[in-house]
């Protein structure tokens, strides 16, 4: 990474700190993200995801790493599938003008049964929440030193 984009991430890492809602370890229980952080040991997998407040710290204090002032919150986010580029593809092989024989009411079936299969499956992914920060270390700011 240049000199310049690790300045860009930084700025733009800056930003989204100070628009972000603050919030303690205690009142946050779930994944959480540290861009430069060790490997997980909770074996959450992705670099810089962690199961919890609690792995990243034992993660840190085994890779012998200061914990960070503070880490973003996650969201799960469960896959889902484009409609149109599935039927697409599943006609491919068939006639042309096969595709107009599926009405948008089927469509919106197979949506609905997709939709519900992804969310029974159980599958998912976690994905960085920059709207909330987990503020590990207390920050002291000039206005609040007064």
Known sequence: MTNENKHTREEREAERFADAEKVTPESYDGPVFWHDGPPSTGGMGGDGFYFGVGDLRDSCAQAG??????????????????????????????????RDWISAEHMEKLGAFLRQWWAESGAHTWRVDYKRAVVLTPIVTERAAR
């Open 65 to 98: 790493v200061a914990p960070p002032v503070y880490v973003w919150t996650c969201f799960r986010d469960v896959p889902s599938t484009d409609t149109d580029w599935l039927i697409e593809d599943a006609l491919q092989e068939h006639h042309e003008g096969a």
